[in-house]
């Protein structure tokens, strides 16, 4: 059986990191999320670019999104 990997030791191996427009420019708590590893969605925390992503499949991606746009996270 094949392991799918679930995390990326360095996420600034990977480019095009974006975060919410409702982040704002104070530097806080925020998420990243990149496009660049398809099928997985990584995941990083801003304050830690050269911290660890996690991967996240589409399903799961869209649930959690799904999640917050209704106020459950």
Known sequence: MKR??????DASALTGWRRSSYSGESGGNCLEV????????PVR????????????????????????YRGRM
């Not at 799918?4 to 030791?9: G, K, L, M, Q, Y």
């Not at 670019?49 to 799961?60: D, K, N």
């Open 4 to 9: 799918i990997e679930t995390s990326i030791p």
């Open 34 to 41: 990149t496009d660049t590893a398809h099928p997985m969605t």
């Open 45 to 68: 925390d801003s304050k830690l670019p050269t911290g660890p992503a996690l991967l996240f499949s589409a399903p799961a991606w869209t649930a959690f999104v799904g999640a917050v």
